[in-house]
Nanobody
Framework: QVQLVESGGGLVQAGGSLRLSCAAS??????MGWFRQAPGKYREFVAA????????YYADSTLGRFDISRDNAKNTMYLQMSSLRPENTAVYYC????????????????????WGQGTQVTVSS
């Protein structure tokens, strides 16, 4: 099972940008994704990317502002976040998909495993 470690979180003002990284201890040929959990809320899907990076999928709330990418040579996935809003404040988690497919039904908590420990993103108004 691949081990994942997130980094890059921090405090940023509204309208600012952050880039999160997710380093994998081993190579995975599955899709990977980002999720987030705000205080008092359920963990929700943010974005996913297929193994070769050809396919991406975003939650509607992040479309156009967030950009997911991965560098398989470095076993690292990224989430570039722009135009951040206070409501984006959350702990952001990366995860690897449980199987090697790419299908609409996988973009939820049940479709992913091998979670990282999370990185805090705080957006001030």
């Amino acid at each position: 099972q691949v081990q994942l470690v997130e980094s890059g979180g921090g405090l940023v003002q509204a309208g600012g940008s952050l880039r999160l990284s997710c380093a994998a201890s081993g190579r995975t040929t599955n899709a990977m994704g980002w999720f987030r959990q705000a205080p008092g809320k359920y963990r929700e899907f943010v974005a996913a990317i297929s193994w070769l990076g050809v396919n991406t999928y975003y939650a509607d709330s992040t479309l156009g502002r967030f950009d997911i990418s991965r560098d398989n040579a470095k076993n690292t996935m990224y989430l570039q976040m722009s135009s951040l809003r206070p409501e984006n404040t959350a702990v952001y988690y990366c995860a690897a998909a449980k199987d090697g497919g790419w299908h609409r039904s996988m973009f939820n908590l049940q479709g992913f495993g091998s979670w990282g420990q999370g990185t805090q993103v705080t957006v001030s108004s």
